[in-house]
């Protein structure tokens, strides 16, 4: 076969991940909290966009230990040996970060569990002298989720769990597709194609709400807008790819 014929690997899935997880020594002790399952199982099909915001921010390291504080009605970032308070600055440097990432074309995002920049749910938030809630969220993480809410994150304690953790990887391929169709300019006809590509693994999720993408399909077909028809079937998407596949849904597939 001809040089210029041989086939092309496709290409890697690109996902944003916190920095520490890959091994570098960006904490704030100076070490790091090196994810083996990130970096040897699926490292190799993936381009990793590594970025720890303290670091990013000029924190330096090692640093003095930051925490999520509620004062008054606002949470707030904060490094209790100073008392310095870092919200204002960390949330500017997040939406200039999550832009830079929104024009990346990422696939997902792996955050750092219980980090009061990264962590993505039930981060300790003090105040006072009692003891910590554990409702929070990371500063960075909250900006991410919020500008690219199709985005698929999850934390790397969560990705421990076997059916996450498939749904994660399988959200993201998804995601990788749905883009390359983004690319190409979305028709009905193409829409159609993408989901009877992906039909199977909706329906293991959640086989009414696939039907209901399905009426969407067919009702769009004969009227209305291609690009109301995009952003209408992409919240249906998302929503349905938001949890695992259960063993009720694979066998109502046989």
Known sequence: MAASETALPPPKVRIGISSCLLGQE???NGGHKRDDFLVGTLGPFV?????????ELGMGVPRPAIRLERIGGDVRLRMPSTGED??????????????????????????????PSCGMEKVKIYRGAGAPSKDGRGVFAETL?????????EEEGRLKDPKLRENFITRVFVHHSWQEGEKEGWTRAGLIRFHERHKLLLMA???????????????????????????????????????????????GLV
């Not at 989720?145 to 994150?153: E, G, I, K, S």
């Open 86 to 115: 870092l919200t204002d600055a960390m949330r500017d440097f997040s939406r200039r970060r999550v832009e830079d990432l929104a024009a990346m074309s990422l696939d997902g995002y792996v955050l750092k569990k219980d980090s």
């Open 145 to 153: 989720v919020a500008r690219l809410p199709h985005l698929p994150v």
């Open 47 to 55: 381009e990793w966009v590594p970025v720890c915001p303290e670091v």
């Open 205 to 251: 999720r959640n086989q009414s709400a696939v039907r209901r993408l399905e009426t969407l399909l067919d009702e769009a077909s004969r009227s209305g807008s291609v690009r109301d028809l995009v952003i209408e079937y992409r919240e249906g998407l998302t929503e349905i790819l938001s949890r695992p596949a259960t063993r009720r849904g694979q066998r």
């Open 26 to 28: 960006v904490r704030y």
